[in-house]
């Protein structure tokens, strides 16, 4: 009885030491979702973001960096209806993820990394002139705190928790502007 007890809890001590598995960042495909229709015959993506290695960013640390991310959702995303002659442009004007360190406001407090991402897209609807007719903006943030000796599964996870956070905010507020707002474009 009392081996089975502590091969038991050397068991469990084994198992909690063991690094969870952390699911890496997948780009969601929104198979159960209606595809997004544009009144243009033609999608352009691009992007205004300069990319930034010094600290405190951080987004060659990521699993994508969320410049990619929304680059990705727009491919996905967005599609023309071919049924006016304009042109619908997907700027991505800001992705950043930036790390400050929190120090410990108290002796039993650990010290954190707050994790900042930034975006900020832009949809914009063109004549075959170029004449801006209609412009979407989304922007927004996702914070996060870390304890700075988190392993760098976990931080990893964090981060894909945040890139998820973002692109379900971009799709959601997405939807509902181009609803609005491109509805007199669309008939």
Known sequence: MMRNTLALLIVMFLVSCMPTYQKPYQVKDYTKEAAIELPAKKIVLESNVQANQKSPHVENLMPITPEKALLNWAYIRLRDSHQKP?????????????????????????????????????????NERGDLLKAIAVE????????????????DA??????????????????TEIQQKFVDFSI
Do not use: C, H, W
């Open 158 to 175: 964090m981060m894909v928790e945040m890139l998820e956070e973002m692109e379900k905010t971009v799709n959601e507020k997405m939807k």
């Open 140 to 155: 927004g943030y996702v914070m996060r705190t870390q304890p700075i000796r988190s392993s760098i599964q976990d931080r």
């Open 86 to 126: 304009y042109i619908a442009k997907f700027i991505v004007q800001d992705a950043a993820m930036v790390r400050e360190e929190m120090p410990a406001e108290a002796i039993f407090k650990l010290e954190n990394y707050k994790y900042t991402l930034t975006y900020s897209v832009e949809l914009q609807l063109e």
